[in-house]
């Protein structure tokens, strides 16, 4: 099988990155919908997506993935992918501020992980 690799990255680590933060994404959305973990459906599904997504990461790190590059990028993309379904699927506030502030800490991690 061909190595195909992008900036240095194998397409298999580059789709562990993905699947890790979707499934926290997934897992984190359903929270709400686990009504304290009261919902037995909701939170099966939020446990199991939580315990895959930390399975795959932990092979990451494994596979020679540092583990400090992968938890920045993962907090920074869920951090605004979880802001994104507050406000649009649980109808929560989000003002200008904290919009402005979570990206501006967001470019900060993304220039730290670069150093």
Sequence with gaps: MKDY???GLSVWIIAGFAITILG???ALALIPATRGFTSIVP???CVLFFIA????????????VE???LTPIATV???ILVLAV??????ESA???KIGLLLGAALMIGAATRL
Excluded at 53 to 64: D, M, W
Excluded at 86 to 91: G, H, M, R
């Design 5 to 7: 690799s992008v900036a």
């Design 53 to 64: 997504s930390l399975a795959i990461s932990a092979r990451l790190v494994h596979s020679g």
């Design 77 to 79: 993309v869920l951090q």
């Design 24 to 26: 926290q994404f997934v």
């Design 43 to 45: 939170t099966m599904a």
């Design 67 to 69: 583990l400090s590059l």
């Design 86 to 91: 507050s406000i649009i699927v649980y109808k």
């Design 95 to 97: 003002s200008p501020m």
